[in-house]
């Protein structure tokens, strides 16, 4: 018995966050946010497609690496602590998983090397799926897809992407397709980027499996969830580390602010809170890879419930605890605030997502 | 990730089963003893009572005998004499909870002496003293905290002094559960005044019927659990109830004080406890409709039961760690008791808000839900938040010990 992330995939998250540290230092991330890091952000991106996370989850049939769920959560947490402005949750983790599960033989051998050999990247948008808004959402007609799809994730310069009909059919389209309108949405965090698209009768093939199964679609979602829950863990796991380290270095009254109770009692409460957020987070990615449907959505579903609400509250404790340096540009200690924010947000934001918690268990019967 | 004990654990499981599917909902013939009610609210022993009926002191024979009880307490001293499995243990507990099969005895004796004396005490007291605390025979009450000593525990003046072969004590302790029930103290006392704060301390045991000792009971907000505030007026006892050295008491109290803590909120009884409160959602109505119909309470549920998840989750990655010793869990271990506390506490006022009026109801009202135990529990925890060292100690043992924050700096008064 053992409960944890293997030597392997710590091996494999430390790596991320080195190159994070070497490549991604605040005032890297500030020119990327400010949009005049263009380079930067290629070569950042080159550097973690270097590392392999383009390959996890395609199986080893398809040329990947196959491994599991858990393995990608390492990662996403890597990558939340150091506010990696790569694409990640939709790209490979979401995309991936979506046509493995959705796709027909065909469409698995055609697609899936092309993420391994970093041919062909998909942006994904399910968010119609779990809740529309502005009555947004799409239909296929004669193969032809039209609507309003909003917060596609990992959509710029990526070649295709994956979207959902209302009914939770998958299919995908080309990015530069003449009838599609893609414009970048403005969102507090600046180190991932989401589109608003609008298609026009555009092109689409639809992956087969998920046009049987309602099921697929959920798990991808299921998916992103947990890698969203893991992204807040990482990024909330470094705002505890940098407010323990600036109260440790930061004096008012002649004494290291970290000797004040009062600030003390802030970080220990953030630290408990925390702690058992790790172990919620991997067993969800443990129990998505060992296949036992219930347990894992509900547990997909509490993850990234239980997350948002955590996440929320180091993020605003971890700021307080900077004092006036806190609010400021000047430690970009906003950057983990924002990201944080915006997972709570993105494939339904806590309340939802409890509801779904609460049907899957029955408790409206 | 591994989430399976292995096949050589298969026929153990069996057995434990077996035996659970025998004593579902068990009935201890005198539950309702007060001696045991502070440990029925702990483990969320079944108060559905539907099983076999046992009594309590061949239900305690009866679980060190099949070794579900006193597992790795060797025979000689009235244990099972196992092999110390973590494993097991864990099979034992999870199968127990799941089955509302009644736990063990529990208590200060069972829980801290008995594992205090195993490591510090003379063969002669182990002999005497770990049997009949085993099996219920000998009651135990801790004699640690004083007025003026509280979270401040090492400036206890409880004085003892050796003469002719005894020690004399003077002095009070207070926070007393279960004195005026039991046979024995293990007791903190100052013996060496010219030490240090931590280095004059001894660790004493007192039979409870010795002359000048006077019992005081303390009513808590429950009116029902009970302290006790328990005076030393020249109270004499033999030398060799002395455990350890002189001047050891601190280490003493310090080796069994972290288990104490980790016990009080056990995560498969906050689990019980939460079906428990599903079941109850499910059943009460209001205007016609069930609670759990109730967008605001399922929320309130869903988000508590977020946390008993993670709290669970959490207990297994601490189980491992302690099965693969080159696991690192950092922090794990010292959030329990304050994570642990505060989630119960939350959980059992939960089931009080949602009843509304109907909450409000206690002890033997003819309308009372689940025997009153909502409201019993929600209090008794406001107390184990306090007790066991507050939770604002272990914030500052969590900032200091786990984050490497430094100490307050000592306040030097002028008057």
């Known amino acids: 018995m053992y409960f944890g992330l293997s030597e392997e995939q710590e091996f494999f998250q430390d790596n991320v966050k080195k190159f994070l540290a070497d ?192 099921e697929i679609v959920k798990k991808v979602i299921d998916a992103g969830r947990i890698i969203l829950a893991a992204d807040t863990l990482g990024a909330s796991e470094s705002m505890i580390e940098k407010a323990v380290a600036y109260s440790k270095e930061r004096k008012q009254f002649n004494r290291t602010i970290g000797s004040f109770q009062a600030v003390k009692h802030m970080c220990a409460e953030m630290a408990a809170d925390l702690e058992p957020c790790y172990s919620l987070v991997w067993q969800a990615a443990h129990s998505f890879d060992v296949d036992s449907p219930i347990e894992s959505r509900l547990l997909a579903c509490q993850a990234k419930s239980h997350l948002s609400e955590i996440g929320k509250s180091v993020s605003k404790k971890a700021t307080e605890v900077h004092g006036g340096m806190g609010f400021t540009d000047l430690l970009g200690l906003h950057y983990w605030f924002k990201r944080i924010g915006l997972n709570r947000q993105i494939l339904g934001a806590p309340e939802i997502v409890r509801e779904e918690a609460a049907e899957i268990q029955g408790f409206n019967q | 990730m591994d989430l399976e004990f292995g096949s050589e654990y298969d026929e153990f499981t069996k057995d434990v089963q077996d035996f659970c599917k025998e004593y579902s909902n068990a009935i201890i013939s005198n539950a309702n003893d007060k001696k045991f009610e502070m440990h029925d609210a702990l483990s969320g022993n079944s108060n559905e009572k539907t099983g076999k009926v046992v009594n309590r002191s061949e239900w305690q024979r009866l679980l060190i005998e099949k070794g579900y009880f006193a597992r790795s307490i060797p025979k000689e001293y009235g244990g099972y004499g196992g092999e110390p499995d973590i494993i097991k243990s864990r099979i034992i507990a999870t199968e127990f909870s799941k089955n509302k099969v009644p736990n063990a005895m529990g208590g200060q004796g069972i829980d801290m002496l008995v594992p205090t004396l195993l490591e510090w005490g003379t063969e002669e007291q182990k002999q005497k003293y770990i049997k009949s605390t085993l099996h219920g025979e000998t009651i135990w009450c801790q004699g640690y905290s004083e007025p003026n000593a509280g979270s401040d525990l090492a400036n206890l003046q409880t004085k003892g002094e050796l003469i002719d072969g005894n020690w004399v004590i003077n002095g009070q302790k207070i926070w007393t559960s279960t004195a005026q029930f039991s046979q024995m103290m293990f007791c903190l006392i100052r013996t060496e005044p010219d030490a240090s704060k931590h280095a004059g301390i001894s660790f004493i ?211």
């Open chain 2, 205 to 415: 045991l007192i039979p409870m019927d010795t002359p000048g000792i006077e019992i005081r009971p303390l009513v808590d907000m429950t009116l029902k659990a009970g302290f006790n505030e328990v005076f030393f007026d020249d109270v004499t006892v033999p030398e060799e109830n002395l455990v350890a050295k002189r001047g050891e008491g601190w280490s003493v109290a310090n080796s069994v004080l972290g288990h104490e803590r980790g016990s009080l909120a056990n995560p498969n009884a906050t689990m019980n406890r939460l079906n428990t409160l599903i079941n109850l959602m499910k059943e009460e109505t209001i205007d016609g409709r069930r609670l759990i119909d109730v967008p605001s309470y399922r929320d309130r549920l869903l988000q508590v039961q977020g946390k008993v998840m993670a709290v669970q989750a959490h207990s297994l990655r601490l189980l491992s760690s302690k099965i693969n010793p080159n696991q690192n869990v950092k922090l794990g271990g010292m959030i329990q008791k304050l994570v642990g506390t505060e989630l119960r506490h939350e959980l059992e006022g939960l089931a009080i808000d949602i009843m509304g009026e109907l909450g409000t109801l206690y002890e033997d009202d003819p309308n009372v839900r689940d025997g009153g135990s909502w409201q019993f529990t929600y209090m008794y925890f406001l107390g184990l938040i306090i007790g066991g060292g507050t939770n604002q100690i272990q914030k500052n043992i969590i900032s200091e010990r786990g984050l490497g924050m430094p100490r307050e700096p000592k306040v030097t008064v002028e008057v």
């Open chain 1, 23 to 214: 490549n991604a230092s605040i005032d890297e991330i500030r020119k990327i946010a400010s949009g005049e890091g263009q380079d930067l952000q290629s070569e950042i991106f080159q550097g973690i497609i270097n590392l392999g996370i383009n390959s996890l989850l395609v199986p080893e049939k398809y040329g990947g690496l196959g491994v599991g769920l858990l393995h990608a959560v390492a990662i996403s947490q890597a990558l939340g602590n150091g506010v990696g402005p790569i694409p990640f949750s939709g790209s490979y983790v979401m995309a991936p998983l979506a046509i493995n599960l959705g796709g027909s033989e065909k469409q698995k051998e055609e697609l899936l090397p092309k993420i391994v050999s970093n041919e062909t990247r998909f942006g994904i948008g399910l968010s119609e799926f779990v809740g529309a808004r502005e009555d947004a959402g799409l239909e296929i007609k004669n193969n032809k897809a039209s609507g309003r799809a909003l917060f596609v994730m990992d959509a710029e310069n990526s070649d295709k992407i994956i979207l959902a009909t209302k009914a939770g059919v998958l299919f995908f389209i080309d990015s530069k397709d003449k009838n599609l309108t893609a414009s970048g949405l403005t969102t507090v965090d600046k180190t991932r980027t989401f589109q608003e698209l609008i298609l026009d009768k555009v092109d689409c093939e639809i992956l087969e499996e998920s046009a049987k199964d309602i």
